[in-house]
């Protein structure tokens, strides 16, 4: 059984910084392709970052400078370190393996930036 497990959400001030993780079971996670995906209240489901099994790396512009996604295939997890944070950025993040079409999801993790 497939199972994405977040974690590190919570609330923050606008500027500070969270670290998110997701720990991956039942897949064989260091062929796998990650990516965080998040969803603010009103709005679609929206790529943040992906890295490919061999670490190659893609942000959407909104979080580009600020968050950093990486991997340990050690530990079958991947991070999102999150920088600088926004408003903007009060969302629910999932992580997903595989891609959107056909990978797998996590039940997600809330960020909010709120003063």
């Known amino acids: 059984q497939v199972q994405l497990v977040e974690s590190g959400g919570g609330l923050v001030q606008p500027g500070g910084s969270l670290r998110l993780s997701c720990a991956a079971s039942g897949i064989e996670f260091r062929i796998y392709n990650m990516g965080w995906y998040r969803q603010a209240p009103g709005k679609q489901r929206e790529l943040v970052a992906t890295?490919?099994?061999?670490?190659?790396?893609n942000y959407a512009d909104s979080v580009k400078g600020r968050f950093t996604i990486s991997r340990d295939n050690a530990k079958n997890t991947v991070y999102l370190q999150m920088n600088s944070l926004k408003p903007e950025d009060t969302a629910m993040y999932y992580c997903?393996?595989?891609?959107?079409?056909?990978?797998?999801w996590g039940k997600g993790t809330l960020v909010t930036v709120s003063s």
């Open positions: 997903n393996a595989g891609g959107t079409a056909i990978g797998y």
């Open positions: 890295i490919t099994y061999g670490g190659s790396t």
